[in-house]
C-alpha cells in the first residue's frame, strides 16, 4: 500500500470503491488488491484485507473449516459439494459469520444440498434464502451464480465435483476448470482447495 494513503487512513480518514463499504485504518481491514470479491471489479486498485500493523494479509475464511460447518470432507461427493457451496459464500468480500449463516440457512436448513436440489431452485427462492442469512450484499449476484455453478456441474459434469478431479490431469488443471464456474476466482479456489485436497490429493 502506498505510504501516503496508509498515513491518510491512520489520520481517521475512510476511503471506499464502487463495491465495497467505507473503511478506516482503525477497523485493521485496509484492502489493497485488484478485485473486492472473486468477480466483481472495484474502482481502488485491487482489494484484499491488509493488517496496517504487521504488513500481513488477513484471510476473512482462515477460521472456518469444513469441520465448523458440520461437513465431513471425507464423507464422498455429497460432502465435498457442501463445502464447495460454503466456499463459494466465503469467497465474497462479506463476514464470515454471514457466510457461514447463509449456508446453514441454503444447505442445512432448506436441505438444498446437492446440485440439483439447489439447482431446483428459483433465483427468487434463493435470495430470500440469502437475505435470512442477512447476506445482502451480494444476494442478487450470489443467487444468479450459485444456479448457474449447478447447470454447469450437473450438465458438464453429470452433478460431481468429482467428475471435474478425474478430468483433470494435474491439481492447476483442476484449479483452472473450477475458476471457470462463473462467480468462482482465486480466493473461492484457494478456500475450497484447502479442504478438497485431502481427500483429492
Not at 464447495?84 to 459469520?97: D, H, M, N, P, T
Not at 430470500?128 to 451464480?145: F, K
Request: charged share 35%.
Amino acid at each position: 500500500m502506498p505510504d501516503a494513503l496508509e498515513r491518510h487512513l491512520r489520520q481517521g480518514a475512510t476511503v471506499a470503491c464502487a463495491k465495497s463499504r467505507p473503511f478506516r485504518y482503525a477497523d485493521r481491514r485496509i484492502f489493497a488488491d485488484n478485485v473486492c470479491s472473486d468477480s466483481e471489479p472495484c474502482g481502488l486498485a485491487r482489494h484484499r484485507n491488509y493488517n496496517g500493523d504487521s504488513g500481513t494479509r488477513w484471510n476473512m475464511a482462515s477460521e472456518t473449516s469444513a469441520q465448523a460447518l458440520g461437513i465431513d470432507i471425507e464423507g464422498g461427493e455429497g460432502e465435498v459439494f457442501k463445502w464447495f457451496v460454503a466456499s463459494f459464500l466465503f469467497g465474497k468480500r462479506i463476514q464470515r459469520e454471514i457466510a457461514a449463516e447463509a449456508y446453514r440457512v441454503i444447505v442445512d436448513r432448506h436441505r438444498r444440498d446437492t446440485p440439483r436440489k439447489l439447482g431446483n431452485c428459483s433465483r427468487a427462492e434463493l435470495v430470500r434464502m440469502l437475505g435470512q442469512a442477512r447476506y445482502v450484499r451480494y444476494d442478487e449476484s450470489t443467487a444468479e451464480r450459485l444456479l448457474k455453478l449447478c447447470d454447469k456441474l450437473n450438465g458438464e459434469y453429470g452433478g460431481r465435483l468429482g467428475a471435474i478431479r478425474e478430468q483433470s490431469e494435474s491439481r492447476k488443471e483442476l484449479e483452472k476448470r473450477l475458476t471457470e464456474f462463473e462467480g468462482v476466482g482465486p480466493k473461492t479456489v484457494e478456500i475450497f482447495m484447502r479442504e478438497a485436497a485431502k481427500v483429492w490429493y
